[in-house]
T-cell receptor
Framework: GIQVEQSPPDLILQEGANSTLRCNFS?????LQWFHQNPWGQLINLFY???GTKQNGRLSATTVATERYSLLYISSSQTTDSGVYFC???????????FGDGTTLTVKP | NAGVTQTPKFRILKIGQSMTLQCTQD?????MYWYRQDPGMGLKLIYY???????DKGEVPNGYNVSRSTTEDFPLRLELAAPSQTSVYFC???????????FGQGTRLTVV
């Protein structure tokens, strides 16, 4: 099956700093999502982005499908951005997503 | 609009017991999924369904069963619980194909 690698595995930032999270995948995809899992375990949809660029406030994402990677940018980080960020991709006809192991972000005040 | 609702939120089972994790969605989604998340890992697909009456195995189906009698409900059954099934379970739904998936709040299950 498709392989998903996220980097870095852990990231510690000072509040106000910017960061870039990366997701590499081993095959072409028809679906890619970024999620934030907060410290209470809830999964929050950030972006549905199989290709192109999207922005939502301080967050933006870019997927370059032909080169099989996606980037999540967090600007002016806040302590509430802490948690685990997951990339999930799908290359099936049934919407079955394969998740990466996540990037754990800690933002210090 | 409640989205995807899972019950219970927490449960402790003894080895060998059985239980059903409930999942219901009110978005009229055709596609529904069950994932498990072990500590420090991403989610792994257990079972999925592309519509009422249709289910299929995912990556880690052993020890689980599902049914899909209605569009709204997709219960996950654990028979003969084992410590290896200690995990957080997430239900999700999506419609139509190639759109974003929506996740429930999760069920934290401990088997002792």
């Amino acid at each position: 099956g498709i392989q998903v690698e996220q980097s870095p595995p852990d990231l510690i930032l000072q509040e106000g700093a910017n960061s870039t999270l990366r997701c590499n995948f081993s095959d072409s995809v028809n679906n890619l999502q970024w999620f934030h899992q907060n410290p209470w375990g809830q999964l929050i949809n950030l972006f549905y982005i199989p290709s192109g660029t999207k922005q939502n406030g301080r967050l933006s994402a870019t997927t370059v499908a032909t080169e099989r990677y996606s980037l999540l940018y967090i600007s002016s980080s806040q302590t509430t951005d802490s948690g685990v960020y997951f990339c999930a991709v799908d290359n099936t006809n049934a919407g079955k997503s394969t998740f990466g192991d996540g990037t754990t972000l800690t933002v210090k005040p | 609009n409640a989205g995807v609702t899972q019950t219970p939120k927490f449960r402790i089972l003894k080895i060998g017991q059985s239980m059903t994790l409930q999942c219901t969605q009110d978005m009229n989604h055709n596609y529904m999924y069950w994932y498990r998340q072990d500590p420090g890992m991403g989610l792994k697909l257990i079972y999925y369904s592309v519509g009422a009456g249709i289910t299929d195995k995912g990556e880690v189906p052993n020890g689980y069963n599902v049914s899909r009698s209605t569009t709204e409900d997709f219960p996950l059954r654990l028979e003969l619980a084992a410590p290896s099934q200690t995990s957080v379970y997430f239900c999700a739904s999506s419609y139509p194909l190639n759109t974003e998936a929506f996740f429930g709040q999760g069920t934290r299950l401990t088997v002792v």
